[in-house]
């Protein structure tokens, strides 16, 4: 099994709706998006994928949807708001968790055809969440598989 692994870096709004702390507060991050993708084989040029293209594919998503926008939960007033500003903010089903988030990504790095197998958001230096629909076959950096952190 061969995997890669991609960083994207951007930074991103949101807040928590229903949460008592001051994440209920909009308030941003230096996030980190780790791309994990995995191939039994590799392609003519010896690769998984060539990390040039991951980048620009799935930057280029990120770029045009999260970078420096409030991501918000729908049903959000603050999406009015911000609208009514004329800014754009993300608007997700589920509550903008960095849990959920990963889960997002995971599921438009699909979507753009990458072979994927997780993803890890870091919102902070040392505070991240992983979401893997299997566990992961190759272990994490420091011996973790997965992890479930949300913290500001």
């Not at 926008?69 to 959000?76: E, T």
């Not at 849990?99 to 230096?125: K, S, Y």
Request: net charge negative; with cysteine.
């Amino acid at each position: 099994m061969y995997e890669i692994v991609k960083h994207i870096d951007f930074c991103f709004g949101h807040r928590l709706m229903d949460y008592e702390g001051k994440c209920n507060q909009p308030h941003g991050h230096n996030g980190r998006a780790e791309i994990r993708l995995q191939a039994d084989s590799l392609d003519d040029l010896g690769m998984v994928a060539d990390f040039r293209d991951v980048r620009r594919t799935v930057e280029s998503w990120i770029n045009a949807n999260l970078d420096h926008r409030m991501i918000l939960q729908r049903g959000d007033p603050l999406i009015d708001a911000i609208e009514g500003l004329g800014q754009r903010a993300y608007v997700m089903d589920d509550n903008p968790t960095t849990e959920n988030m990963a889960r997002m990504l995971f599921q438009q790095v699909r979507q753009l055809g990458l072979p994927v197998v997780g993803v890890t958001l870091w919102e902070t230096p040392d505070s991240y969440a992983t979401y893997a629909p299997e566990p992961a076959r190759a272990a994490r950096p420091n011996g973790a598989t997965r992890a479930s952190v949300t913290s500001t």
